[in-house]
């Protein structure tokens, strides 16, 4: 267990809403990640962060953004959420436990777009 | 940026027998090789890695091993049993961490019958 918190689990919500979603880690990591996973694409990094408002892109950011105001948050924002965004986002950060950094992930947000 | 195809999409087995999942990545970059099990509705769990300075690691009936001249990786289930059953995906990347995080396949569902 790396002490990751998703909110929310679920949720639904109408197109070209906001949406924010929240990962909440208690062991001080510095770096963090946002990942999407959906079905023939695997899982696949949207945004990260390696310290307090430090952000970069991944593979997929078009749509999303970040912020990190605080070492244990890392905050995911659909600006205006599509259809095309309905996945599971997952939330992520590297620990490195003597041998080197390991990934390790949350447990999910699933969220709908009608 | 790093390429990673995983094969078979599909995997059934009788319980008892030996299950194996390959994986082929792009960058002669990468030199970390973790692989994740994901059971329904939860987050990706890491069950074994292997990083570039080593060909092969056991962990129990979980094994990996690691070819960087072909640039392929295998994970190795011996003595299936039904609690095997799930998603796996395999991914690559630079020491597990930092910028651009993890690499992943598309997934093999794993299928053991009883």
């Known amino acids: 267990d790396a002490g990751i918190t998703q909110s929310p689990r679920h949720k639904v919500t109408e197109t070209g809403t906001p949406v924010t979603l929240r990962c909440h880690q208690t062991?001080?990591?510095?770096?963090m990640y946002w990942y999407r996973q959906d079905p023939g694409h695997g899982l696949r990094l949207i945004h990260y962060?390696?310290?307090?408002?430090?952000?970069d892109k991944g593979e997929v950011s078009d749509g999303y953004s970040v912020s990190r105001s605080k070492t244990e948050d890392f905050l995911l924002t659909l600006e205006s959420a599509t259809s095309s965004q309905t996945s599971v986002y997952f939330c992520?950060?590297?620990?490195?436990?003597?041998?080197?950094?390991?990934?390790?992930f949350g447990e999910g947000s699933w969220l709908t777009v009608v | 940026g790093e390429n990673v195809e995983q094969h078979p999409s599909t995997l059934s087995v009788q319980e008892g027998d030996s299950a194996v999942i390959k994986c082929t990545y792009s960058?002669?970059?990468?030199?970390?090789f973790p692989w994740y099990k994901q059971e329904l509705g939860k987050g990706p769990q890491l069950i074994i890695d292997?990083?570039?300075?080593?060909g092969e690691k056991k962990d129990q009936r979980i094994a990996v091993t690691l070819n960087k001249t072909a640039k392929h990786f295998s994970l190795h289930i011996t003595e299936t049993q039904p609690e095997d059953s799930a998603v796996y995906f395999c991914?690559?990347?630079?020491?597990?961490?930092?910028?651009?995080?993890?690499?992943f396949g598309k997934g093999t569902h794993l299928i053991i019958q009883p």
């Open positions: 992520a950060i590297s620990e490195n436990r003597g041998s080197g950094n390991t990934i390790y």
């Open positions: 062991e001080n990591h510095r770096y």
């Open positions: 962060s390696y310290g307090v408002k430090d952000t």
């Open positions: 960058d002669s970059a990468s030199n970390y």
């Open positions: 292997i990083r570039s300075n080593v």
């Open positions: 991914a690559a990347g630079d020491s597990g961490g930092g910028a651009d995080g993890l690499t």
